[in-house]
């Protein structure tokens, strides 16, 4: 199983639990800020998306947001972002 994105390698990419995201935020030292600057949302989402699944404040991460962050932190396992 790759630790950072949560899957096992050559597997359809879900999306995260609320402590795989905190273990990749933890792995790269962004923070919650950072991470709602790069997906162009709020941070109380990030907040949300991050709290613990046993609480009323967790909500989850929409698979295309979790995308983006690992591809935006060049940490998505089947594709990289390039620059021409």
Same mark, same amino acid.
Request: charged share 25%; glycine share 2%; aromatic share 4%.
């Given at each position: 199983?790759?630790? %950072?994105?949560?899957?096992?390698?050559? =597997?359809?990419?879900? @999306?995260?639990?609320? =402590?795989?995201?905190? &273990?990749?935020?933890?792995?790269?030292?962004?923070?919650? =800020?950072? %991470? @709602?600057?790069?997906?162009? %949302? &709020?941070?109380?989402?990030? &907040? $949300?998306?991050? $709290? $613990?699944?046993?609480?009323?404040?967790?909500?989850?991460?929409?698979?295309? $947001?979790?995308?983006?962050?690992?591809?935006?932190? &060049?940490?998505?396992?089947?594709?990289? %972002?390039?620059?021409?």
């Amino acid at each position: 199983m790759n630790p %950072v994105s949560g899957h096992k390698d050559n =597997q359809e990419l879900k @999306a995260p639990d609320a =402590q795989t995201l905190r &273990n990749l935020m933890k792995e790269v030292r962004i923070t919650r =800020q950072e %991470v @709602a600057e790069l997906l162009h %949302v &709020n941070t109380n989402t990030v &907040n $949300a998306w991050a $709290a $613990a699944e046993n609480t009323s404040l967790h909500r989850p991460m929409p698979l295309m $947001a979790w995308e983006l962050l690992l591809l935006k932190l &060049n940490r998505h396992p089947s594709k990289r %972002v390039f620059e021409l």
